[in-house]
């Protein structure tokens, strides 16, 4: 399979701080998503970016996939912004598409 | 529109006995997956189910069986539950590749299986 890997693994903010999260995958991938799970277990998406670079609100992600590589960016964080983010990369087969996610960088942030 | 719903939300096993999660979606998804979260971990695909009929391996399979009983259920089953199984599962689904649009896959809210 693929191999995914998320640096830092561990992340305290001071709330109102920037941070920048970073994957790395092994191989070509079809597609990218990032992921949060909150507190409470909770999966979210967050985005859906193969490749270039998109905004939503105080989070963006950059994705460069011939460097294999993409970045979350949490600008002014806030406590609810705590949890794991996770990476997870798709790759198309033959019978459907596969994700491999890595494990996760845990973020506190801290009031 | 439930999204995808799971049950059951906990459940305790004693090694050696079976039993069968269940999961729902209302999207009008293609394709449905089971993943296994452990502790300080990433989520590990189980089995997935590209379309209603067909299933297929993914990383962590031995020990689990599945069943894409028709396009919104697709459930996930211990026949000898072990220690080693004791795991948050989860399920997910996610739509065609020509359907795609920013949000990709779609979780339900996890099953914590204990298994003594």
């Known amino acids: 399979g693929i191999q995914v890997e998320q640096s830092p693994p561990d992340l305290i903010l001071q709330e109102g701080a920037n941070s920048t999260l970073r994957c790395n995958f092994s191989?070509?991938?079809?597609?990218l998503q990032w992921f949060h799970q909150n507190p409470w277990g909770q999966l979210i998406n967050l985005f859906y970016i193969p490749s270039g670079t998109k905004q939503n609100g105080r989070l963006s992600a950059t994705t460069v996939a011939t460097e294999r590589y993409s970045l979350l960016y949490i600008s002014s964080s806030q406590t609810t912004d705590s949890g794991v983010y996770f990476c997870a990369v798709e790759r198309f087969v033959v019978t459907g598409n596969q994700f491999y996610f890595g494990t996760g960088t845990s973020l506190t942030v801290i009031p | 529109n439930a999204g995808v719903t799971q049950t059951p939300k906990f459940q305790v096993l004693k090694t050696g006995q079976s039993m069968t999660l269940q999961c729902a979606q209302d999207?009008?998804?293609?394709?449905m997956y089971w993943y296994r979260q452990d502790p300080g971990m990433g989520l590990r695909l189980i089995y997935y189910?590209?379309?209603?009929?067909?299933?297929d391996k993914g990383e962590v399979p031995n020990g689990y069986n599945v069943s894409r009983l028709n396009k919104r259920e697709f459930s996930l089953r211990l026949e000898s539950a072990a220690p080693s199984q004791t795991s948050v599962y989860f399920c997910?689904?996610?739509?065609?590749?020509?359907?795609?649009?920013?949000?990709?896959?779609?979780f339900g809210p996890g099953t914590r299986l204990t298994v003594t």
């Open positions: 997910a689904s996610s739509p065609p590749a020509s359907a795609r649009n920013t949000y990709e896959q779609y």
């Open positions: 189910s590209a379309s209603e009929g067909t299933t």
């Open positions: 999207m009008n998804h293609n394709s």
């Open positions: 191989d070509s991938v079809n597609n």
